[in-house]
Antibody, heavy 125, light 107 residues
């Protein structure tokens, strides 16, 4: 059974940093692209970042580029999102999501069949 | 960026009704269009990908169609568990973008 379990969500002051983790199980982690999607309170879904199975290629939304860094440790089946210079509008539930394939193999690297339960991040003083 | 626009934003319907939700892209995205269902306090669930392919385990009352810039999600006969918010998402290019959502309520 595929499971994705996020952790690391917290209350942080504006300008602060935070690292989210997503522990994966039930599939061969290194063979799939992984993505972070966020949802601000009462709002819709916003794509944040994607990383390929190898970890060599990453993609970012303009709203987080240069502030957030996605990474993965395939030896530990874990996905990360390092967030810095946090702003109030980064307040959201952050979901990790598994793609149906890896980048470069098919178009299925950019839609998501399994999601974690979400990690809440609140940026406030 | 490809802008995705859903209509309606909200919809009231009854159990047994047939419901259609529309999603329009600001440019052609071929058939790189996916649909998700989200219930309150839960993560989204993939329903349909590549415009019309039903994800494994999703009931056959859900169907998708369209290509280019216009797409539809149809629920053939609403069940109580279908009342939720639905999102379209384009996977044509980055940035990946979602529609604003369609909230489906019980009438």
């Amino acid at each position: 059974e595929v499971q994705l379990l996020e952790s690391g969500g917290d209350l942080v002051q504006p300008g602060g940093s935070l690292r989210l983790s997503c522990a994966a199980s039930g599939f061969t982690f290194s063979k799939y692209a992984m993505t972070w999607v966020r949802q601000a309170p009462g709002k819709g879904l916003e794509w944040v970042s994607t990383i390929t199975g190898s970890g060599y290629t990453t993609f970012y939304a303009d709203s987080v580029k240069s502030r957030f860094t996605i990474s993965r440790d395939n030896s530990k089946n874990t996905l990360f999102l390092h967030m810095s210079n946090l702003r109030a509008d980064d307040t959201a539930i952050y979901y990790c999501a598994k793609a149906l394939d890896d980048y470069g193999y098919s178009s299925a690297w950019s839609f998501f069949d399994y999601w974690g339960q979400g990690a809440p991040v609140t940026v406030s003083s | 960026d490809v802008q995705m626009t859903q209509s309606p934003s909200s919809l009231s319907a009854s159990v047994g009704d047939r419901v259609t939700i529309t999603c329009r892209a600001s440019q052609s995205i071929a058939r790189y269009l996916n649909w998700y269902q989200q219930k309150p306090g839960k993560a989204p669930k993939l329903l349909i990908y590549s415009a019309s392919t039903l994800q494994s385990g999703v009931p056959s009352r859900f169907s998708g169609s369209g290509s280019g810039t216009a797409f539809t999600l149809t629920i053939g006969s609403l069940q109580p568990e279908d009342f939720a918010t639905y999102y379209c998402q384009q996977s044509y290019n980055t940035p990946i973008t979602f529609g604003q959502g369609t909230r489906l309520d019980i009438k």
